[in-house]
């Protein structure tokens, strides 16, 4: 496991992240590590681990489309669980695809080198969206990787790139700015992160980098190909049309890989989420032995409601 030198910033936030939950107890300790895949590209990730826990990972996360590792810090507080938290390619410190084929069947390779490489034991997989999508496709194809998997607001045919208009805006303006102070700025005016600027702040330091001119950039490749789309008619097209053929082959695949999951499954429904009673019934009827549990939550389930997620985290790898 590679370790990426003075991670220490990044980290930092644990102590308010916990109190802002109110979560007592030790802190674990957290690094960021890095995979060499074998086209070129790198996989970067988060390991958290307690000195008093049996060491390595006993439940990887994959975050959603547009967001990254650190969005499940919170959930990790608060299982107190050694844990993996990967970047998926196109996201955080991972690098960017030049085909842009951000989908699970593409992306979940990735991740099964990342598990052979960083874990020692079959993994509770928790992913978020397009994470749970990437998922489902990572433990139908190497179940010897998945002992469970907890699918969190997402059903195949559901949009994994979708959200509010006003989030799409967001991420169709510029690519660049002089500061993190504007973003913040920029993300406080579209009404995101609950009017917090602390916690926008935080947000906008794991999901954007400063590059070697001084001018600060999204992380994330989605940001970057909405604002192209953006100011490009004719890319805005191919990239609709390009998304309309995907989303037609998730919904197929989706379902494929699913049913040939043989690892406990389980989804979790955001009652202000993406997935609706109509896809939650379909899901239990092409799939009556998994369970569906419904949150109290927006579509970002691991940070709307964290703790509720941690619980079924720690009840899950107690089965």
């Not at 969005?71 to 410190?93: E, F, S």
Request: proline letters at 6%; a negative charge.
């Amino acid at each position: 496991m590679e370790r990426v030198s003075d991670p220490a910033d990044e980290f930092s936030f644990l102590p308010a992240q916990s109190a802002e939950a109110g979560i007592s107890g030790p802190l674990p300790h957290g690094e960021r590590v890095r995979l060499d895949l074998a086209d070129g590209r790198t996989l970067s990730a988060l390991a958290f681990g307690w000195e008093d826990a049996e060491p390595g990972p006993a439940v990887t996360f994959l975050h959603g489309a547009g967001l990254n590792a650190h969005t499940w810090d919170t959930v990790v507080l608060a299982a107190g669980i050694p844990a993996l938290a990967i970047d998926l390619p196109g996201h955080g410190d991972s690098s960017w695809r030049d085909d842009a084929a951000y989908v699970a069947r593409v992306l979940a390779p990735d991740v099964a080198t990342a598990l052979e490489r960083w874990t020692d034991r079959p993994q509770l997989v928790v992913g978020h969206s397009l994470g749970g999508l990437t998922a489902a496709a990572l433990a139908a194809s190497h179940p010897d990787l998945v002992r469970d998997l907890l699918i969190v607001d997402i059903t195949p045919g559901v949009d994994p790139d979708g959200g509010p208009s006003e989030l799409r805006a967001f991420f169709a303006g510029p690519t660049d700015w002089a500061s993190r102070d504007e973003l913040v700025d920029r993300a406080l005016s579209f009404g995101l992160g609950g009017g917090s600027r602390e916690k926008v702040a935080r947000g906008v330091f794991f999901n954007s980098r400063v590059r070697e001119d001084g001018r600060v950039e999204w992380k994330h490749h989605f940001a970057h190909l909405a604002s192209a789309a953006a100011s490009d008619p004719e890319a805005a097209r191919e990239i609709a049309a390009r998304q309309d053929a995907l989303s037609a082959v998730l919904g197929a695949s989706g379902w494929e890989d699913l049913g040939a999951v043989t690892a406990p499954i389980t989804l979790i429904q955001a009652s202000r989420g993406f997935v609706t009673d109509a896809d939650a019934d379909l899901f239990r009827t092409r799939l009556p032995a998994a369970e569906v549990i419904r949150l109290n939550a927006g579509h970002n389930v691991q940070e709307d409601a964290p703790l509720d997620l941690a619980a079924l985290v720690r009840a899950h790898l107690k089965e």
